[in-house]
């Protein structure tokens, strides 16, 4: 089946430093999400890409969908402590009404 | 914007007994809800895709007599987790895709239940 391949797997860095993570996917998406999960509660949607090419940005994340439509990126510039969480990429290969496959998600923690 | 409400946040069950999930979309209708289910340090493994007014759709592996779905109504559909055991001790988290007209908001989650079956 349809597998992403998430990295890091985890992250442990220091307060203030830009953080880049990545998937990829060896099947072509049309739509790449990104989602950050705390402890004990549902995912929530950071950034949402429907086109080959799209950067898009929400405050210090930015992501990108990949010109091969295999691959999305998220980076977040000036880490702060409440970033700390789960990240996960997720995808979708039909219309917006597809199911979503999620990656494997990049836990991220911080050094104050 | 949309509100997604998963119900209890939490439950204990005895082994051999059964569980049932509530998703409800708050302000906003879902023909589709989707239901997943995630282990410790694990990502979201899709379970179903529940479908209003019409049977559920299982993935690969998954039981359908064991997890049983619901979805009546435009705003609810509901995971009965039936005779459970240790093992289907999990977070069991459900979504909604919120459609307004053309315009597509992207899925909402909910806040996800922990079962613990002892």
């Known amino acids: 089946g349809q597998q992403l391949n998430q990295s890091p797997q985890s992250m442990f860095i220091q307060e203030g430093e830009d953080v880049s993570m990545n998937c990829t996917s060896s099947?072509?998406?049309?739509?790449w999400l990104w989602y950050k999960q705390d402890p004990g509660e549902g995912p929530v949607l950071l950034i949402a890409?429907?086109?080959?090419?799209e950067l898009t940005s929400n405050g210090r994340l930015t992501a990108q969908f990949g010109i091969t439509r295999k691959d999305s990126f998220l980076n977040i510039s000036a880490s702060i402590p409440s970033d700390v969480g789960i990240y996960f990429c997720?995808?979708?290969?039909?219309?917006?009404?597809?199911?979503?496959?999620f990656g494997s998600g990049t836990r991220l923690s911080i050094r104050p | 914007g949309a509100v997604v409400s998963q119900h209890p946040s939490w439950v204990i069950c005895k082994s051999g007994t059964s569980v049932k999930i509530e998703c409800r979309s708050l302000?906003?209708?879902?023909?589709?809800m989707f239901w997943y289910r995630q282990f410790p340090k694990q990502s979201l493994m899709l379970m179903a895709t529940?479908?209003?007014?019409?049977?559920?759709?299982?993935e690969q592996g998954v039981e359908k007599d064991k997890f049983l779905i619901n979805h009546a109504s435009l705003t609810l559909s509901t995971l009965t987790v039936t005779s459970a055991h240790p093992e289907d001790s999990s977070f069991y988290i459900c979504?909604?895709?919120?459609?307004?007209?053309?315009?597509?908001?992207?899925?909402?989650f909910g806040s996800g239940t922990r079962l613990t079956v002892v």
């Open positions: 099947s072509i998406f049309n739509t």
């Open positions: 997720a995808g979708q290969i039909g219309s917006s009404a597809s199911k979503i496959i």
């Open positions: 979504s909604a895709r919120d459609v307004v007209g053309q315009d597509y908001y992207g899925y909402t």
């Open positions: 302000d906003f209708q879902a023909t589709t």
């Open positions: 890409l429907y086109k080959a090419g």
């Open positions: 529940s479908n209003e007014g019409s049977k559920a759709t299982y």
